[in-house]
């Protein structure tokens, strides 16, 4: 599958609101993949993501493969480490924790990735990642060791996004982290937006299509969902469609 990023840009300009269901190969058991799967085909979902912060090795590939079986939908991994790339996904967001000061999730990680991903056909798109503080911490606060940017420091928030825009990222990702107790209010998904001319990923502690809608509404151009439909499958229920 090719033009993953040229069909994201299609579809901002096109203003058509895209959603991916992240799925964590550490918490998604391969016997409940096809029904799982049959549920995100009937959803409004645009993307599959595959990925977490800590991941056995071999998992994600396993995944993957299995997910391949049931879907026609692209498959973009959102690696917590470099054992978690396959060739066997569609594409590949290549992380940089631009919120963050720890070298090894800025470039370390990445520089490892390289021989990697030469031995793949995935489509590489780099994204610049943003943690945002979201009342308790997550297993990306845990594993990069780095603190997340305060909510009341929207300008640091801001300049962040843009930085990472500026640097030559083609994404940039706000995150609120796996088990978010709140989404990222929309007052600051508006002000990062109004900055920069990269389209604009939001993801962490949604779980209703009221936070989904209002993500949109702020700006938001991807939204990504993933606690929600672990722990309460008939929310797909509720995305069959969204104004």
């Not at 690696?79 to 070298?103: E, H, Y």
């Not at 993500?215 to 309460?232: H, Q, S």
Request: no cysteine; charged share 25%; aromatic share 6%.
């Amino acid at each position: 599958m090719n033009n993953l990023f040229k069909n994201i840009i299609d579809a901002v300009k096109k203003d058509i609101k895209q959603l991916a269901v992240l799925i964590d190969p550490d918490k998604m058991r391969i016997e409940n993949v096809s029904s799982f799967i049959a549920k995100v085909n009937q959803s409004i979902a645009t993307h599959i993501f595959v990925g977490g912060s800590e991941v056995d090795d071999g998992l994600t590939e396993t995944l993957v493969i299995e997910i391949k079986k049931y879907t026609a939908l692209p498959i973009i991994l959102f690696p917590g480490d470099v054992i978690q790339i396959t060739d066997k996904a569609d594409g590949i967001l290549f992380l940089s924790l631009i919120s963050g000061r720890n070298p090894d999730y800025l470039i370390g990680k990445q520089v490892e990735a390289v021989s990697e991903l030469a031995k793949t056909n995935l489509e590489i798109i780099p994204t610049g990642y943003v943690l945002i503080e979201n009342g308790k911490e997550t297993a990306v606060q845990r594993v990069s060791e780095t603190k997340p940017i305060k909510r009341s420091d929207i300008q640091i928030i801001t300049d962040t996004a843009k930085a990472g825009e500026l640097l030559g990222m083609k994404l940039i990702y706000l995150e609120a982290g796996s088990g978010a107790t709140h989404p990222i209010e929309p007052h600051i998904i508006s002000e990062v937006k109004q900055l920069l001319n990269i389209p604009l990923i939001v993801g962490g502690g949604i779980r209703s299509k009221a936070e989904i809608e209002s993500a949109y509404k702020a700006g938001a151009d991807l939204v990504v969902i993933g606690t929600a439909f672990e722990e309460e499958e008939s929310f797909f229920n509720e995305l069959k469609n969204l104004t």
